[in-house]
């Protein structure tokens, strides 16, 4: 940044100014809270969250300093909370991303399950379960989602990024009303809670790790992982039940 487009003294002072007042009004929110979802919090917060950022940009811009703290950003925050103070229904909208890390697991697992519905069929390497899409067609079709995230490795699947929404509604949905978009239409004001898993969160946690170990800490997990499909005893029977 060049010295004219630098801020001044005075901008830098004013920046620190919204910080304290925004500070006290956060403050004087959670002291007048009326729950945990009182929407006067999450507002204070995020003009706390957004004053405390202009602040550390003009103070690294203009001193090449920066804050001690971590507050986090609003563009990817949710706004205030404005749905049903009662909510008579809810929605929970989940998203799992799995890599097919092991294809040959996936397949024999898949196959297991379609032998032991089919036994007196064809077999197995005949049916939906010969091919890494039909695979992944038995498995969800036989086991429930949650069941599926618990045992991953055990379906050759790798975890991805997952999210969790919890929205509120007045009313619960008409029966088919949003199956052919499921996703669609989410009112943001409406999000009651989420959470978020992802690897990025993880990746200055497991830069340390291997500082202070001098390896890896994924040594033991790919050992664990080891599978000779060959042997029926090295795979975890399946309980094709549900």
Not at 68 to 88: C, H, K, Q, R, V
Not at 115 to 143: K, N, R
Not at 207 to 234: F, H, M, P, T, Y
Request: hydrophobic share 35%; proline share 7%; aromatic share 8%.
């Amino acid at each position: 940044m060049s010295d004219a487009a630098q801020p001044t003294a005075a901008e830098v002072r004013a920046a620190a100014e919204a910080v304290k007042t925004a500070l006290d009004r956060h403050l004087a929110a959670v002291e007048r809270r009326s729950g945990e979802d009182d929407p006067a919090v999450y507002e204070a917060f995020n003009q706390l969250a957004a004053a405390a950022e202009v602040y550390d940009e003009l103070l690294y811009d203009r001193y090449d300093e920066v804050t001690p703290f971590e507050i986090p950003g609003t563009d990817d925050s949710l706004p205030p909370y404005a749905g049903p103070e009662e909510p008579n229904a809810i929605s929970v909208l989940i998203r799992r991303d799995y890599a097919v890390a092991e294809p040959q697991r996936l397949l024999a697992q898949a196959q297991r399950v379609e032998a032991a519905e089919y036994s007196d069929g064809p077999g197995a390497d005949e049916g939906a379960a010969g091919t890494i899409h039909g695979a992944l067609g038995v498995l969800f079709g036989e086991f429930e989602p949650d069941e599926i995230a618990s045992r991953h490795k055990e379906f050759g699947l790798e975890e991805g990024d997952s999210t969790l929404w919890v929205t509120a509604a007045d009313e619960p949905a008409e029966p088919g009303e949003w199956l052919e978009a499921p996703f669609e239409g989410v009112e943001p004001q409406r999000v009651v809670c989420r959470f978020d898993v992802s690897a990025v969160f993880d990746d200055e946690d497991d830069e340390g790790d291997e500082d202070d170990d001098g390896e890896g800490a994924g040594d033991a997990d790919e050992l664990d992982d080891v599978l000779d499909l060959d042997e029926d005893e090295d795979l975890e029977p399946l309980d094709a039940e549900r």
